[in-house]
């Protein structure tokens, strides 16, 4: 078998403590082929770094850098030589501190500057364990070199062809030196500002290395074994998945399956490149490929849950027998980057859904100023606190008589907006959030256990 280039990913749970961290050093050690690694900040460091941005005092913020610095300086002190990193890690924490203390403004472009300390640090630290572990060369990279982004802080759109000329330019030397490590989740502009692709970003940075470096295999290593059939922390009964299409892996993830970040896919259609998911903590447990055709094709593969929708229903006798109506509409949310995910509509309303968006600060949100220019041609109805439930699977469009059995499972719940026939490998539709997981587990159970 001709040798082959993988790019292996890790993401927080896997570099949570030392322990986390030596586990997947062996993982890498033991396997030659695997040239790139990624990892994602430590266990609970951006979710940190993502309060410190808040609208809180420096005291506060404060406080929290130095919660930073003890967890990250205690992993240092649990490896086998931690003079050999501290420095660094000092460094990098005296520069995060530095910049808490300061009286500023948080703008976008300081958010994605402290976020970006998350990988920085985990980088650095797991950088020394692999050199001490695998006994060989290991090369820190500055991602923010390669992963050239636009200028949207906070969620920035990586772009593929920039960052192949970057790849060729820092990458291909880096690796005659030896193995490369670095960081998932960030990137900078074309002026060098630091910028973050968005929460679990990470694994999209690993699929465009993948890209730009001609990978065969893109390797994400978490906290599961597998993809599952749904989130295994809300059916403990779902089963892992061993085989599943880009198509079915890129919808579970965009309706909610944290494993993957949504556009991890992408990359590796571009270029055809396998995706392997697997647990760091249990490497041997079969995990899942995702793979351009798979063998088997089952009308309902997987279950997803997204959490957090709001449901803007708009209403105005003009769209009857009008033209203009929808275009009007969409051109006030598009003014305010607002993203709308499913769209249904009759003669006279339309109901949209929004992800409300929570975790990312600075984000577009349904502010009085859209909702006035919205209420000045229609009426405007909000209902929020909703998760979207998908089903994935194949010809899911073309599949007579599917709709009685799964709605008619649900018969006790309130299903406010079903969108089937979009997509072949999709039919969802709307439930209160207090429900949501009773659905998944009554879907789930009919359907797939
Ligand atoms: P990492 O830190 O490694 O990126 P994440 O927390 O982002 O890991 O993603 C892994 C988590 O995704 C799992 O712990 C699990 O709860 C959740 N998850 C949601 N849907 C699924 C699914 N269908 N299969 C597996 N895991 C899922
Ligand atoms: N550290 C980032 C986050 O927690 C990116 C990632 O882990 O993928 O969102
Ligand atoms: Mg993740």
Redesign the pocket.
Known sequence: MPNLFKVAKF??TSMADAAAMTRCANIVASDPDKKIIVV??TAGT?NLLTELVTDISIEQRVAIAEQVRDKHIAICNDLKEPGKVLGKVEELLDELLAIASRKQIMTGLLRDEIFSF??RLSSTIFAQVLEEVSGSKVVWLDARNVIVTDSDFGSAEPMPDQIAHKSDEHVQPALQRGRIVTQ??IGSNRQGVTTTLG?????YSAALFAEAADADVLEIWTDVTAIYTTDPRIVPDAKPITEISFDEAAELSVFGAKVLHPATVIPAIRKNIKVYVGSSMNPDEPGTWIVKETKSKPVIRAISLRRNQTLLTVHSLEMLHQYGFLAKLFSVLSEHKISVDLVTTSEVSVALTLDSDINTPGKQKLTDEVLEKLRSFCEVQIDRNLSLIALIGNNLDATAGLSGPVFGSLENINIRLICHGASSHNLCFLVSESEAEEVVNVLHKKFIS
Do not use: P
């Not at 929460?199 to 694994?203: E, F, I, M, N």
């Open positions: 993401g927080g994602s900040a951006t998350g990988e998932g989740f929460r679990g970003g990470s694994d």
